[in-house]
Each structure stands twice: as structure tokens, then as C-alpha cells.
């Protein structure tokens, strides 16, 4: 009987042992999120209405910016030693426009930085332009639009993350010639979620398969304008 009663338990030991496969993403329990990117070390089961979390990261697109415009020129210039003058002036710029729309010019600035290559350009979109977030520029040697001056640029710009950031009504004329085109305002409240929304389809795919696959080695288009904003705000 002791012998029956050890076998059994030792089964139910090696059933309980292979409820989850960890390291495999989509075998997940819809009840459980990650708690590590990557291979995964840990679930935590929550309720049903839980989502799983690629990321724990997540850095809002709305609110007060958090580096100043010097961090943010030196940053630059550090990336960038014999940038034309004209771009050391952009920081106030962002900083002033994403302040008017409750947008963070400082996250806004690092897409610009992300898009440009540090004002180096080198893309599809050309420095006349004053399109520093690449609106319309969809690959293949597609321009996108232009604006008449940097200002203009930036204000596109911080309009459109608004668009995709949060419902509120803009609060200056809309001069994003593609504001209304995002359709489900509000579906990235985080720059982790603008891959696959405002970049297509937002990751390398010559290192991953799939979106999920980058978000998940927090390599996406969201991930690397992250990145941008933290070393940024490391700046002294």
C-alpha cells in the first residue's frame, strides 16, 4: 500500500512539474504575464482579465517632459559633434510644443533622433523638409510630407503622437496632415506601443520573426526610442 502510495505521488510531482512550458511564448496560460523578458524565469497567475505583459517597461508618450533642452542638445552633440546650428535649437522647440499638447517633447525629440539618424538623415526623407518623425514616408522612396519650417515640423509631429497617445481635442490648429487617420486615438498611451502602430512593422525583421518576438527582447521601434529617452536623461 506505502509502495502504491509513493508512485503516486512521485507521478503527481512530475504531472505538476510540466503544467507550463516557460520558454515558450505562445504555450503560455492565458492567466499568467511575464515577469522577465526573454526566457522566462517566473509566472505570476493572475485573473482572467489580465493580458500578458511583454514588457515591463512602459514609458509614457503623455505629461511633462523630463529631460531640460540643454540635456537634450548635449545629447545630440554627442552623437552628432558637427550638427548644422540650426538643430541645437530644436530641443526648446519640443520642449515648448509638447508642453502645448501635454505630449512629452523630450520622448518626442528621441523619435526624431531614432527617424533621423541624429539629423544625419540618409533615408527617404530629405532635411528641407523639416519632417523629423518621417509623416508620410513609407519606404521604397517615398518622401513624405513637407513643412514649411522646423517649428511646423515638430508641431506635426507632437500632434500625431497625440493622436495615437490620447482622445483629448488638440488645443493648436491641427497642421498633422495625417491626424485623422489614426482612427483608434488613444491605442498607444505608451512609446512601447507605436511599433506596429506608427512605424511598420516596427522591428528589425532581419533579427525577429514577429513583433512579439522583439517586444519580448525589447527591440522594437518603441523599445529603441526608450532607450534613446533613458540615456538622455543620464546626461549631466
Same mark, same amino acid.
Given at each position: 500500500?506505502?509502495?502504491?502510495?509513493?508512485?503516486?505521488?512521485?507521478?503527481?510531482?512530475?504531472?505538476?512539474?510540466?503544467?507550463?512550458?516557460?520558454?515558450?511564448?505562445?504555450?503560455?496560460?492565458?492567466?499568467?504575464?511575464?515577469?522577465?523578458?526573454?526566457?522566462?524565469?517566473?509566472?505570476?497567475?493572475?485573473?482572467?482579465?489580465? /493580458?500578458?505583459?511583454?514588457?515591463?517597461? %512602459?514609458?509614457?508618450? #503623455?505629461?511633462? +517632459?523630463?529631460?531640460? @533642452?540643454?540635456?537634450?542638445?548635449?545629447?545630440?552633440?554627442?552623437?552628432?559633434?558637427?550638427?548644422?546650428?540650426?538643430?541645437?535649437?530644436?530641443?526648446?522647440?519640443?520642449?515648448?510644443?509638447?508642453?502645448?499638447?501635454?505630449?512629452?517633447?523630450?520622448v518626442a525629440f528621441a523619435q526624431a533622433l531614432h527617424e533621423t539618424n541624429f539629423f544625419k538623415f540618409g533615408g527617404d526623407v530629405l532635411p528641407h523638409q523639416n519632417n523629423f518623425a518621417g509623416?508620410?514616408? /513609407?519606404?521604397?522612396?517615398?518622401?513624405? %510630407?513637407?513643412?514649411? #519650417?522646423?517649428? +511646423?515640423?515638430?508641431? @506635426?509631429?507632437?500632434?500625431?503622437?497625440?493622436?495615437?497617445?490620447?482622445?483629448?481635442?488638440?488645443?493648436?490648429?491641427?497642421?498633422?496632415?495625417?491626424?485623422?487617420?489614426?482612427?483608434?486615438?488613444?491605442?498607444?498611451?505608451?512609446?512601447?506601443?507605436?511599433?506596429?502602430?506608427?512605424?511598420?512593422?516596427?522591428?528589425?525583421?532581419?533579427?525577429?520573426?514577429?513583433?512579439?518576438?522583439?517586444?519580448?527582447?525589447?527591440?522594437?521601434?518603441?523599445?529603441?526610442?526608450?532607450?534613446?529617452?533613458?540615456?538622455?536623461?543620464?546626461?549631466?
Open positions: 500500500m506505502w509502495v502504491s502510495f509513493l508512485w503516486l505521488f512521485a507521478a503527481l510531482i512530475l504531472l505538476s512539474g510540466c503544467a507550463y512550458d516557460t520558454t515558450s511564448h505562445d504555450r503560455l496560460s492565458p492567466h499568467a504575464t511575464r515577469t522577465t523578458i526573454g526566457k522566462v524565469s517566473r509566472l505570476d497567475i493572475k485573473s482572467s482579465h489580465t /493580458t500578458e505583459k511583454l514588457s515591463q517597461t %512602459h514609458t509614457r508618450i #503623455t505629461g511633462k +517632459a523630463r529631460c531640460t @533642452a540643454e540635456q537634450m542638445r548635449k545629447f545630440l552633440k554627442k552623437h552628432h559633434p558637427n550638427i548644422s546650428h540650426k538643430y541645437l535649437l530644436l530641443p526648446e522647440i519640443y520642449i515648448s510644443e509638447g508642453a502645448k499638447e501635454g505630449i512629452r517633447g523630450d509623416l508620410g514616408a /513609407t519606404g521604397n522612396g517615398v518622401r513624405g %510630407h513637407s513643412f514649411e #519650417t522646423p517649428q +511646423a515640423g515638430v508641431r @506635426a509631429q507632437i500632434q500625431h503622437l497625440k493622436a495615437y497617445a490620447s482622445t483629448a481635442p488638440l488645443n493648436n490648429p491641427c497642421v498633422d496632415p495625417r491626424f485623422h487617420y489614426v482612427k483608434n486615438r488613444g491605442c498607444a498611451s505608451y512609446v512601447e506601443d507605436l511599433g506596429g502602430k506608427w512605424a511598420f512593422p516596427g522591428y528589425d525583421t532581419k533579427k525577429y520573426g514577429s513583433l512579439r518576438d522583439a517586444l519580448k527582447h525589447r527591440d522594437s521601434y518603441g523599445d529603441k526610442i526608450r532607450k534613446l529617452c533613458e540615456e538622455m536623461e543620464k546626461v549631466k
